[in-house]
């Protein structure tokens, strides 16, 4: 049973685009959720993060958008550059020290 | 800060032997976690650590056993290597539980 479920699994854009990749969870108790970039032969490294009392949180390029009462989030990459190639998972978490919960990963291309 | 530090990097073990792996957490963090990340299962939550104690545990089988020292580094074994244990072993570290930073991983491959 995945508890969180990514989309889509791979998107290609080109430079300048807007890609948006999307995540859907069912544990209503999840009150974390960060999303992770990895580069091939790295670990995951923390991009940015939401808890469910704000609909929006941007940092840089990313945005984060949540919709609790749908119980989905979304990450949008706005001016997207070649460089953002490279895999995204979504998590989630039910509170402090509790395992994170992950996306099967969206692999990200963006081409010039 | 210095980050997530794990050795080694790549191991290559054959069938039946076993395996320890190491992480050393970001200064300062106390809860280390362990994640499994293949291409078939993604990344799959192993076990965690706080404070020398495993504070959580995830689905694996018994082979799969950690520890934590008292300046919070920690190790993951493996015993009685499978095929299917090939995958990135990761290590992350966490201040207060919620935040995760993660390490490069460890790439064992089992042969």
């Known amino acids: 049973q995945q508890q969180v479920k990514q989309s889509p699994q791979s998107l290609i854009v080109q430079k300048g685009g807007i890609p948006i990749i999307n995540c859907a969870y069912e544990?209503?108790?999840?009150?974390?959720f960060p999303w992770y970039q990895q580069f091939p032969g790295k670990g995951p490294a923390l991009l940015i993060a939401i808890r469910p009392d704000v609909s929006e949180k941007k940092e840089g390029r990313f945005t984060i958008s949540f919709n609790k009462s749908a119980k989905q989030f979304s990450l949008h990459i706005m001016d997207s550059q070649p460089g953002d190639s490279a895999t995204y998972f979504c998590?989630?978490?039910?509170?402090?020290?509790?395992?994170?919960?992950f996306g099967k990963g969206t692999r990200l291309s963006v081409i010039a | 800060k210095a980050g997530v530090t794990q050795t080694p990097r790549y191991l290559i073990k054959t069938r039946g032997q076993q395996v320890t792996l190491s992480c050393s957490p970001i200064?300062?963090?106390?809860?280390v976690s362990w994640y499994q990340q293949t291409p078939g299962q993604g990344l799959q939550f192993l076990f965690e650590y706080f404070s020398e104690t495993q504070r959580n545990k995830g689905n694996f089988p018994g082979r799969f056993s950690g520890r934590q020292f008292s300046n919070s580094r920690s190790e993951m074994n493996v015993s009685t290597l499978e095929l299917g244990d090939s995958a990135l072993y990761l290590c992350?570290?966490?201040?207060?539980?919620?935040?995760?930073?993660f390490g490069q991983g460890t790439r064992l491959t089992v042969v």
């Open positions: 992350a570290s966490s201040p207060l539980g919620l935040e995760a930073f």
């Open positions: 544990n209503t108790a999840f009150d974390y």
């Open positions: 200064s300062g963090h106390r809860s």
């Open positions: 998590a989630a978490r039910r509170g402090r020290n509790t395992p994170l919960v």
